[in-house]
Each structure stands twice: as structure tokens, then as C-alpha cells.
């Protein structure tokens, strides 16, 4: 059975710092991972897609590593703001078949601070 | 906003009734799933819709639950007799199937949320 841990639970930093938020899984055999961001009492906005050839993918100040092997992922936000405050989700889609469900982590809540 | 709606979006109601809740995919979007959140808790799946056909059920869905897609449009999720422990996040997703890194990229809905007293 898939876990997803996601470290640290809880993250307080100052605006402009650069930040790395863990990801890792126990099954390797995945087709893709996704990072969301959920603001309180929210649903879920997605930020980055990696599949599972690739190793990372790009957006803005959002860069997102994949090491499937080992099975880790890494979302890195640079130059943080305090709108990025959030908790950010990790999830995992199964490789082979037509599964599509998502395995989510508990997330890491992270507070900006001006 | 993603594109995909839920209603309502807040629900509370006495142990022991019915409810039921919407979700309207983005228009194109074939996939369609359900989701529950607790609190402090990431998403568990429920249940997934391929055009009008239910694939696939997890076991966190009790007889109590029953999803539909009709027509392969709109879904309902209806939670029959509620208990205290139904009290959480129902989240809607729908994705396509297609090619690319965004063919199959979950976009999900605001959710409902759901307190059973």
C-alpha cells in the first residue's frame, strides 16, 4: 500500500527566503506526482505535475524535483511572499492500469511572514 | 476558481439524515472523482467516474454512500443515515484524458463541507 510522508508538518519562515518542502513515497512504481497548494477551508489548486521520466518541472517560483528511485520529491519556492502561505499537498498516481486515484501526504503548512 | 463547482458548500445536518451533494466537472473533462478530507488530514479517495461509469470504489465507501455520474455530465455523492463520522471535506476532481503533461492533471473543487451533529 502507497504512503506519502510529507516533512516538515509545519514551516514558519521570513518573506523573501528561499524554502524546500519534502515529499517521499513508499512505492516507487508511480505514473506521475502532483504538488497542490489548499488555503484554509479550501479546495485543492494544483501547481506542478511531474511524470514519471521527468525529473523536475518549473513554474515561476515554484520548481518541483523528482527522484522516483528513491522515491522523493522537493518543491522549492523561491524568494517566499507572504500569499504563499498555504498548505502545500503532495500526491502520487499509481503507475500501470487505469488507476488514477491520488495517495496524498498530510501536507506542510506554511506561514510567510511579512 | 479551477472551472469545477460544488454545492452546496457547506452542509449541516442531524445525525441519522440524508444528504446529498453536486459536482459539475470542467465541460470536457471525461475523468471525474470524489474525495474526503478530515481535518489535518490529506485527501482519501471515494470513488472514480469514467464518462458515466463508476471504475472504482474504495472500501472507505460504506453501503451508506452511493455515487452517480448520469449522462456522464454532473456527479452526486448521497450519504444515507449520517453519523457523526461522515463530518468532514467532500472534494470533486475531474481531469482528460489526453496527451501531454496536463492530460492528466487533477483540478479540483472548492468542496463541500459537511458537519454531521
Known amino acids: 500500500k502507497q504512503e506519502v510522508t510529507q516533512i516538515p508538518a509545519a514551516l514558519s519562515v521570513p518573506e523573501g527566503e528561499n524554502l524546500v518542502l519534502n515529499c517521499s513515497f513508499t512505492d516507487s512504481a508511480i505514473y506521475n506526482l502532483q504538488w497542490f497548494r489548499q488555503d484554509p477551508g479550501k479546495g485543492l489548486t494544483s501547481l506542478l505535475l511531474i511524470q514519471s521520466s521527468q525529473r523536475e518541472q518549473t513554474s515561476g517560483r515554484l520548481n518541483a524535483s523528482l527522484d522516483k528511485s528513491s522515491g522523493r520529491s522537493t518543491l522549492y519556492i523561491a524568494a517566499s511572499q507572504p500569499g504563499d502561505s498555504a498548505t502545500y499537498l503532495c500526491a502520487v498516481r499509481p503507475s500501470g492500469g487505469s488507476n488514477y486515484k491520488l495517495t496524498f501526504g498530510k501536507g506542510t503548512l506554511l506561514t510567510v511572514n511579512p | 476558481d479551477t472551472g469545477v463547482s460544488q454545492d452546496p458548500r457547506h452542509k449541516i445536518t442531524k445525525r441519522g439524515q440524508n444528504v446529498t451533494f453536486r459536482c459539475d466537472p470542467i465541460s470536457e473533462h471525461n475523468r471525474l472523482y470524489w474525495y474526503r478530507q478530515t481535518l489535518g488530514q490529506g485527501p482519501e479517495f471515494l470513488t472514480y467516474?469514467?464518462?458515466?461509469?463508476?471504475?472504482?470504489k474504495s472500501r472507505l465507501l460504506s453501503d451508506r454512500f452511493s455515487a452517480e455520474r448520469p449522462k456522464g455530465s454532473f456527479s452526486t455523492l448521497e450519504i444515507q443515515r449520517t453519523e457523526q463520522g461522515d463530518s468532514a471535506m467532500y472534494l470533486c476532481?475531474?481531469?482528460?484524458?489526453?496527451?501531454?503533461?496536463?492530460?492528466?492533471?487533477?483540478?479540483f473543487g472548492p468542496g463541500t463541507r459537511l458537519t454531521v451533529l
Open positions: 476532481a475531474s481531469s482528460l484524458r489526453g496527451v501531454g503533461t496536463r492530460g492528466d492533471t487533477q483540478y
Open positions: 467516474f469514467q464518462n458515466e461509469a463508476q471504475l472504482e
